[in-house]
């Protein structure tokens, strides 16, 4: 993958006090190759390339200290800006309701998002949302966009599949005036590929609803078609923003890369997963990190925290700077993993086991979960809060009152003490990732 080969290029000037010109033409040859494995679109690696390697000729990055790390760096600020730098945010109307428009190839996860984004707005804003069925060509599709608004309690419109999507949307959006609603997030159709049928369909209902934002759905895993496809979308409907789905697969970024750069437009949001909750907001520099394989901590931190009360994250981050995270804040945090989702995923997320490859197939058995409550369970009050407490014979009590063998238990004790120290240092933050990454 990506990650793999731009670690791989930049491994080579490790442990180098000084780099040649030579060198640097031969990182940049492998990150060059590197990026157009992964379908970065040609242009845009010419660019990242010439970038880059000016930048490190530049400001006496060669002679100066770590000159490696420095690369890094750069590689790291580079790939952030190509990708748009900054978060970019929902268009808002000045007045209700804010209409949001739908677009995308058939299957790239339109309806999906459409889904997760009202979900979204009513878990960040308590807004109330109204989604119109606009994808008639396909009874299945007026019911799969009533499942999902069933799961996430959104009311939709819908005309059934005889009525023209351009007089659905009229009608709607009188539905949406009438009951105030604050959203209106319009379902379209797609197509297998783009066609004058379906682009003059989008024109009109575009025409018609003035919407703040049209959304172009993308799917990140067809690589440089996503990029093709954005461009025809935009050329026909200029689109003001793109969400790129199932970046929850083995896709690392490829189309991220591409997209901004050949359409002008923003990735606003990332679709990570088939649930209701993996929709997140784009951030160009966490990309990047996870890109270069530097784990994705922050989202990692902001998954976190979502179902996490702020003052509570706060102690938390003390607690670990302090070094007095006990068993308890361990059960609290067990139960917020728990919450989250499955665990390789959050796995993936950290610095370091992103491409971990001991993680490669790891599967997590939810039991394990349940084995470490139990264990946490068994201990009195005294020894959760005081994990020094813990000698053999408290530990052979602990194992009888949880069911466990006692080396589960002592092998749980000793993991726990490891995280602690890992989670103190990360909180130091130091500059762990790009250090491992470059073997120093
Ligand atoms: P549409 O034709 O554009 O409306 O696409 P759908 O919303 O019906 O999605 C097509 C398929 O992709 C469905 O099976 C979705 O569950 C799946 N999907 C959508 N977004 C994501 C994502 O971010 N990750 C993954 N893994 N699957 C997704
Ligand atoms: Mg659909």
């Known amino acids: 993958g990506l990650t793999e080969r731009l670690q791989g290029a930049m491994r080579k000037l490790r442990g180098k006090g000084k780099i040649s010109?030579?060198?640097?033409?031969?990182?940049?040859?492998?990150?060059?190759?590197?990026?157009?494995?992964?379908d970065v679109n040609f242009t845009v690696v010419k660019d990242f390339v010439k970038q880059v390697r000016d930048r490190a000729m530049g400001a006496d990055v060669l002679e100066g200290l770590n000159p490696a790390q420095q690369i890094v760096k750069i590689v790291d600020e580079e790939?952030?800006?190509?990708?748009?730098?900054?978060?970019?945010?929902?268009?808002?109307?000045?007045?209700?309701p804010t209409i949001i428009m739908m677009v995308g190839l058939q299957g790239a996860g339109k309806t999906t998002t459409a889904g997760k984004l009202a979900l979204k707005l009513k878990d960040e804003e308590n807004a109330r949302p109204l989604m119109i069925?606009?994808?008639?060509?396909?009874?299945?599709?007026?019911?799969?966009?009533v499942q999902v608004a069933e799961g996430i309690d959104v009311p939709v419109f819908q005309l059934g599949t005889d009525v023209n999507p351009v007089e659905i949307v009229r009608q709607g959006l009188a539905q949406a005036a009438e009951n105030h609603n604050d959203y209106v997030i319009i379902d379209t159709a797609g197509r297998l590929q783009i066609d004058e049928q379906l682009m003059n369909e989008l024109s009109e209902i575009k025409d018609l609803a003035h919407p703040d934002e049209i959304l172009l759905t993308v799917d990140a895993m067809t690589g440089q078609n996503a990029v093709a496809t954005a461009e025809g979308f935009?050329?026909?409907?200029?689109?003001?923003?793109?969400?790129?789905?199932?970046?929850?697969?083995?896709?690392?970024?490829?189309?991220?890369?591409?997209?901004?750069?050949?359409t002008g437009k923003p990735i606003k949001f990332i679709g990570q997963g088939e649930k209701m909750t993996d929709l997140d907001v784009f951030h160009p520099d966490r990309m990047a990190s996870r890109i270069l394989g530097m784990g994705d901590m922050l989202s990692l931190i902001e998954k976190t925290q979502k179902d996490f009360d702020e003052k509570q994250a706060k102690a938390l981050t003390e607690?670990?700077?302090?070094?007095?995270?006990?068993?308890?804040?361990?059960?609290?945090?067990?139960?917020?993993?728990?919450?989250?989702?499955?665990?390789?995923?959050?796995?993936?997320?950290?610095?370091?086991?992103?491409?971990?490859?001991?993680?490669?197939?790891?599967?997590?058995?939810?039991?394990?979960?349940?084995?470490?409550?139990?264990?946490?369970y068994s201990m009195t009050p005294q020894e959760r809060a005081n994990p020094d407490l813990l000698n053999p014979s408290r530990r052979r009590r602990i194992a009888a009152g949880s069911g466990?063998?006692?080396?589960?238990?002592?092998?749980?004790?000793?993991q726990f003490n490891q995280m602690k120290k890992t989670m103190n240092q990360m909180s130091k933050g130091n500059m762990a990732g790009v250090e491992q990454m470059m073997g120093s």
Do not use: C, W
């Open 404 to 414: 466990r063998p006692v080396q589960a238990v002592n092998r749980m004790i000793k």
């Open 133 to 145: 069925a606009g994808d008639v060509y396909r009874p299945a599709a007026i019911d799969q966009l």
């Open 21 to 38: 010109e030579k060198d640097l033409r031969e990182t940049m040859r492998e990150i060059r190759l590197a990026l157009l494995e992964a």
């Open 234 to 262: 935009n050329d026909k409907l200029d689109v003001t923003g793109v969400v790129l789905t199932k970046l929850d697969g083995d896709t690392r970024g490829g189309a991220a890369l591409s997209i901004r750069a050949v």
């Open 319 to 376: 607690k670990i700077q302090e070094n007095s995270f006990d068993f308890d804040d361990f059960l609290d945090q067990l139960e917020q993993i728990q919450k989250m989702g499955p665990m390789e995923e959050i796995m993936k997320m950290i610095p370091g086991m992103a491409n971990n490859p001991a993680l490669k197939n790891v599967q997590m058995d939810p039991k394990d979960m349940d084995h470490l409550k139990a264990v946490v």
């Open 79 to 96: 790939l952030t800006k190509t990708m748009g730098d900054e978060a970019v945010s929902l268009n808002k109307s000045p007045k209700i």
